[in-house]
């Protein structure tokens, strides 16, 4: 069993910054992708920034420039910096991870708010 655990959300101006953290723990087997999604109610969760193994990343037209994913791969660890940040980024940003043999985990969720 595989845990995620999300940290470093929070409310914050327009304009601001946050930095997300996402923290693997468990039986962990070789990690596939990593990646940080978000969700606002009524919506459907979205994708926000995407990293497969050995490939670079992948983002969301509404983060490109400014969204940033990186990993620690040593601490099964990987972050979303998040800068000049918009109300309309205004989500609860969930963390997953896919693991060899498409087994998939998601995090608890850090809810973040942008004030305008």
């Known amino acids: 069993q595989v845990q995620l655990v999300e940290s470093g959300g929070g409310l914050v101006q327009a304009g601001g910054s946050l930095r997300l953290s996402c923290a693997a723990s468990?039986?962990?087997?070789?990690?596939?992708?990593m990646g940080w999604y978000r969700q606002v109610p009524g919506k459907q969760r979205e994708l926000v920034a995407r990293?497969?193994?050995?490939?670079?990343?992948y983002y969301e037209d509404s983060a490109k420039g400014r969204f940033t994913l990186s990993t620690n791969v040593a601490r099964n660890a990987w972050y979303l910096q998040m800068n000049n940040l918009k109300p309309e980024d205004t989500a609860v940003y969930y963390c997953?991870?896919?693991?060899?043999?498409?087994?998939?985990?998601w995090g608890q969720g850090t809810q973040v708010t942008v004030s305008s």
């Open positions: 990293l497969y193994s050995g490939g670079g990343p």
């Open positions: 468990g039986t962990i087997s070789r990690i596939r992708a």
């Open positions: 997953k991870t896919v693991l060899v043999g498409d087994r998939e985990y």
